[in-house]
């Protein structure tokens, strides 16, 4: 590694904090369930081998685990590693592995790869992208979800932020919950077409949820800001302006 390059995001010493204020809020809920909804349809075979890549404190791998999918949860914290654990160990399908997805070593081929809200953490994403694909067996499925930088440099024009867009969206102190390296999903999308992918679903998630005026209204009113996301996620243009971009792509060979 260069010297003058940053380290990928690890969670240690902050993994509880990370808990708290992603999964105790309307907007980590919201991602979830959506996130759980559009792979529905790409569970009803089981058990499927799943390797949840970066899946952190296994809130997606219990749920996996839940519906009788066997997960193998990979993760570089340990300390998110250990609230997995925590709330995993009672499945007899679940292992954990502390590791890099670089550093990870397959012992088989998955029928599905999930790497949700991982990439935007990474220094170099799009050669993890194609080794991901490599460990999927044919007709496998690859799920993505990211945080998407077109939408953050709307949400900050909204706001106001001109000399943070000026800075290119970078700050010269990092803040650890902050995802320092957020995707252009035209850019992810052009990655998986040169792979041996087929890109069967496509949405953006937390398209109206983040843009509501009165953040109060993301609580109180939880259910109808969930439906217009259901309704509007996979339609343009709104799906181009959600926080997240989520993917699903099949292995075709």
Same mark, same amino acid.
């Given at each position: 590694?260069?010297?003058?390059?940053?380290?990928?995001?690890? *969670?240690?010493?902050?993994?509880?904090?990370?808990?708290?204020?992603?999964?105790?809020?309307?907007?980590?809920?919201?991602?979830?369930? /959506?996130?759980?909804?559009?792979?529905?349809?790409?569970?009803?075979?089981?058990?499927?081998?799943?390797?949840?890549?970066?899946?952190?404190?296994?809130?997606?791998?219990?749920?996996?685990?839940?519906?009788?999918?066997?997960?193998? /949860?990979?993760?570089?914290?340990?300390?998110?590693?250990?609230?997995?654990?925590?709330?995993?160990?009672?499945?007899?399908? *679940?292992?954990?592995?502390?590791?890099?997805?670089?550093?990870?070593?397959?012992?088989?081929?998955?029928?599905?790869?999930?790497?949700?809200?991982?990439?935007?953490?990474?220094?170099?994403?799009?050669?993890?992208?194609?080794?991901?694909?490599?460990?999927?067996?044919?007709?496998?499925?690859?799920?993505?979800? *990211? *945080?998407?930088?077109?939408?953050?440099?709307?949400?900050?024009?909204?706001?106001?932020?001109?000399?943070?867009?000026?800075?290119?969206?970078?700050?010269?102190?990092?803040?650890?919950?902050?995802?320092?390296?957020?995707?252009?999903?035209?850019?992810?999308?052009?990655?998986?077409?040169?792979?041996?992918?087929?890109?069967?679903?496509?949405?953006?998630?937390?398209? +109206?949820?983040?843009?509501?005026?009165?953040?109060?209204?993301?609580?109180?009113?939880?259910?109808?800001?969930?439906?217009?996301?259901?309704?509007?996620?996979?339609?343009?243009?709104?799906?181009?302006?959600?926080?997240?971009?989520? +993917?699903?792509?099949?292995?075709?060979?």
């Amino acid at each position: 590694m260069n010297p003058n390059d940053k380290p990928d995001q690890s *969670f240690d010493s902050i993994a509880n904090k990370f808990q708290r204020n992603i999964y105790g809020t309307s907007k980590g809920q919201l991602r979830h369930q /959506l996130l759980l909804e559009y792979l529905q349809p790409y569970l009803t075979q089981k058990p499927l081998s799943i390797l949840d890549a970066g899946g952190g404190s296994g809130q997606m791998t219990q749920a996996l685990l839940e519906l009788g999918h066997n997960v193998h /949860l990979l993760d570089v914290s340990e300390d998110m590693l250990v609230i997995a654990q925590q709330q995993c160990h009672q499945f007899a399908d *679940f292992s954990v592995e502390q590791n890099s997805i670089q550093q990870h070593q397959p012992q088989q081929q998955y029928d599905m790869v999930l790497c949700h809200a991982v990439l935007e953490w990474l220094q170099d994403p799009m050669p993890v992208i194609k080794l991901m694909t490599e460990w999927l067996k044919p007709q496998g499925h690859l799920s993505l979800s *990211f *945080f998407n930088r077109d939408a953050q440099l709307f949400g900050n024009a909204l706001y106001g932020n001109f000399d943070y867009i000026d800075k290119d969206l970078k700050v010269g102190n990092r803040v650890r919950l902050n995802p320092n390296n957020a995707l252009v999903p035209q850019q992810v999308l052009a990655c998986l077409a040169e792979l041996p992918l087929e890109v069967q679903h496509q949405a953006g998630i937390r398209c +109206i949820h983040d843009y509501v005026r009165d953040k109060s209204l993301q609580q109180s009113h939880y259910q109808q800001i969930l439906e217009l996301e259901r309704r509007f996620g996979k339609q343009h243009p709104y799906m181009w302006l959600g926080k997240y971009f989520h +993917i699903i792509a099949q292995r075709f060979n």
